[in-house]
C-alpha cells in the first residue's frame, strides 16, 4: 500500500464497536446521553462529527462550543448552542460543524460511561475518521502555571501506565498509551500559535481527587505550585 | 454510663474531622460546592442540618427535596429550593429544614470529591448528630422490581466487602460495613408505612456500569430482570 492508499484508508476509517450483537438490537437506547437508535436519526444528527472534545465540566464545554464556532467562522446568531441531551442531566452535548462537545463529569467511572455510549453513538451515526481529545486541568510536577500537556501516557495511583478493570469476575489490563502521531500533531500546531508553552507528558489519573491525586503528586517533594496546567 | 446518657452523647456527637491543620485555615475553599468558609457563613446556613440525603442526579435531588418539605409539611410556595451551589456546575444541593440534598454524579470518584467537602462542610457548620443516606437505584439479584434495599455492606467488583484506594503511595484497605442499627430503623420505617417490599442486603459498586457491574452481574447467571431496585 502506497502513501497515497494509507492515506485514503485513513481518511475513511469508520468508527467500529467490536460488538455482534449490536447491529441486531432493534433500538440501543443510550441512556445517559437521553438519545437512541429508535427515537432518534443519528447519521442526520451526527453523521459529519470528525473530532469529539470531551471535557469534566458542563459549563466549560458549552464555553468550548462558543470559542470553536468563532474559530471555525461558524458562529450563528440566532443559535444558543442547545444542548443535545436536554432530556437528561447526566452529560451536556454541544455541536457545531464538524466538532462536538461533551461533558464526562469527574472521574474514571463517569467518563467510562460517556465513552461507552460515545463510541456506540460514532458507530451508529457511520461517522469516519474521529478524533477524540480529552481537555482538562490538572496540577502538574516541574511545569510553570498555564503550560499545555499533551498527554502521551496516562499512569495510575502507582505511577504505571496501565488501567485494570474487573470484567467478568476477571482483572483486565489496558495499556494507557494514547496517540503519539497527534500528540505530535498537537504540539505542532501549539508551535505554530506560539502563544503558549506545550510540552508532551504523562498525567496521573487515580479515584481519588483529594486523596488519590493530591497525596500522591506530595509524595514526590516536587510539587512547585503548577496548578492548572492544561492537560490534552 | 445509662441509657439516657448514651442518648444525650448520641445527640450531641459532632461532625469531626480528623485533620489538626483545618481550623488553621484562613478560609477553606469547597471548590466544587462553590462554598467556603470565608465567603458563606456556614454555621448559619447549615448549622441545623441532621440529615443529609445523596443521589447522583441533580434533578432527582430537587425532586427529593419537594417530596421531603411536603412530607415535613415545610413547603414554601415562594420558594423554588434554589440551587445552594449555582456557583458551580459540578454539584447541587438543596436545604429544607433540617434534611439537606446533594447530588454526586456519577462513579466512586466523584461521590468521593463530594462527601470530602460534604463532611468539611458540616464539620464548620458545627452540625451535631447527622446521618448521611445515599438514595439510589441499581440491578437487583434475585429481587422484585421495586424493592428497596437498605444496604447493610457494600462489596467491591469480586465480591469482597472492601474500598482500595493508594494514598501516599500505600494501598490503603477501607471497610465498607454500613451503620447497621440505621439500617434495621430504615427497615422498620418501612415496615410502619407498608407501602413497598423492603429487604436489607449488599450492594455492589464496581468503576464502571457496563463493564463493571453488569458484567459481574451476567457472571452470576442469576439476573432475573430485577432492574430498578432502590438502594438507600
Known sequence: MDKKEKQNEKCNSPVYVHNPHLDALKDDILYHFSLGTGSHNLP?????????CVGG???????????????????????????ICAGTDRYAMYKVGPVLSVSHGMGIPSIAIMLHELIKLL????????TIIRIGTSGGIGLEPGTVVVTK????ATFLPKFEQVILGKTVVRSTDLDQSL??????????????????????????????????????????????????
Open 44 to 52: 442526520a444528527m451526527f453523521g459529519d462529527v470528525k473530532f469529539v
Open 57 to 83: 465540566s458542563p459549563w466549560r464545554m458549552k464555553s468550548f462550543t462558543e470559542f470553536i464556532a468563532a474559530e471555525l467562522a461558524m458562529e450563528d446568531p440566532k443559535s444558543g448552542y442547545p444542548n
Open 123 to 130: 458507530h451508529h451515526a457511520h461517522c469516519t475518521d474521529v
Open 153 to 156: 501516557q496516562s499512569v495510575d
Open 183 to 232: 500528540a505530535q500533531e498537537l504540539l505542532q500546531c501549539s508551535k505554530g500559535l506560539n502563544q503558549f508553552e506545550t510540552v508532551i507528558g504523562n498525567t496521573m489519573c487515580t479515584l481519588d481527587f483529594y486523596e488519590g491525586v493530591y497525596s500522591n503528586v506530595l509524595m514526590c517533594h516536587r510539587l512547585k505550585a503548577t496548578f492548572y496546567v492544561i492537560h490534552c
